[in-house]
T-cell receptor
C-alpha cells in the first residue's frame, strides 16, 4: 500500500521565480492538505483540497495556490518567490474530507536564493 | 486565534527512563489530538491520537492523556530507547466541520542517551 508521495525531494530557486510541487495521496484517500514547515518550527496549514476544490485556507498570501486533479493528486504553486518561502513543504492526505487522521509525505525541501 | 503550546522544547533522558511532553490548546472546539514523530529529513509520522470523548489511550510504550477542562494533553513514552530520539509534535483539530486542519505545536526534540 503506497503512502503519500511528493516530488521533487529538493528544489533550489531564486527570488521572483515560480515553483510547482506535487503530491500523490495515500491509496484510497481523497483529501489533500498542504503545510509549510520552516526550520525548527511546527508545520503550518496552507490549504486543503477536497473534490477538486479548496475547502479552507490558512494565513498565506495569494501567491500560494493549488489544484487537485480527478485522481486526487494535488499541486502547490508558489509565485514570486521570497527568501522567506524557503521551507519544507508537506503534503498530508486523509479520507472523506471530514475524517481526522492525516498522513504526511516526506516533503519537498525548497531553498530560495 | 487558534494556538497550541508545547513544552519542553528539548528533553534529554537516559535509555529506559520515561519521557513526558505536554501541550495546551486554545480552541475549545478542538476534538482531535494527534501526536507526530519527525526524524531528520523525513515527514511527520503519526504515532498516536486521541479524540475528545476519551481521557486516555495507550499503545504499547506510548500513552496520551487528555484533560478537556484544562485544555491540556500529554504524551508519555515509557522505557525509552535510542530509536525514540526525534522531534515530537502535538497538534489539535476540530474535525467534523468543513475541514480538519491541524494546528501544530512548536515541537520537542527528544534525545535518548544510551
Amino acid at each position: 500500500d503506497a503512502g503519500v508521495t511528493q516530488s521533487p525531494t529538493h528544489l533550489i530557486k531564486t527570488r521572483g521565480q515560480q515553483v510547482t510541487l506535487r503530491c500523490s495521496p495515500k491509496s484510497g484517500h481523497d483529501t489533500v492538505s498542504w503545510y509549510q514547515q520552516a526550520l525548527g518550527q511546527g508545520p503550518q496549514f496552507i490549504f486543503q483540497y477536497y473534490e477538486e476544490e479548496e475547502r479552507q485556507r490558512g494565513n498565506f498570501p495569494d501567491r500560494f495556490s493549488g489544484h487537485q486533479f480527478p485522481n486526487y493528486s494535488s499541486e502547490l504553486n508558489v509565485n514570486a518567490l521570497l527568501l522567506g518561502d524557503s521551507a519544507l513543504y508537506l503534503c498530508a492526505s486523509s479520507l472523506g474530507g471530514v475524517r481526522e487522521t492525516q498522513y504526511f509525505g516526506p516533503g519537498t525541501r525548497l531553498l530560495v536564493l | 486565534g487558534e494556538n497550541v503550546e508545547q513544552h519542553p522544547s528539548t528533553l534529554s533522558v537516559q535509555e529506559g527512563d520515561s519521557a513526558v511532553i505536554k501541550c495546551t490548546y486554545s480552541d475549545s472546539a478542538s476534538n482531535y489530538f494527534p501526536w507526530y514523530k519527525q526524524e531528520l529529513g523525513k515527514g511527520p509520522q503519526l504515532i498516536i491520537d486521541i479524540r475528545s470523548n476519551v481521557g486516555e489511550k495507550k499503545d504499547q510504550r506510548i500513552a496520551v492523556t487528555l484533560n478537556k477542562t484544562a485544555k491540556h494533553f500529554s504524551l508519555h513514552i515509557t522505557e525509552t530507547q535510542p530509536e525514540d530520539s526525534a522531534v515530537y509534535f502535538c497538534a489539535a483539530s476540530s474535525y467534523g466541520g468543513a475541514t480538519n486542519k491541524l494546528i501544530f505545536g512548536t515541537g520537542t526534540l527528544l534525545a535518548v542517551q544510551p
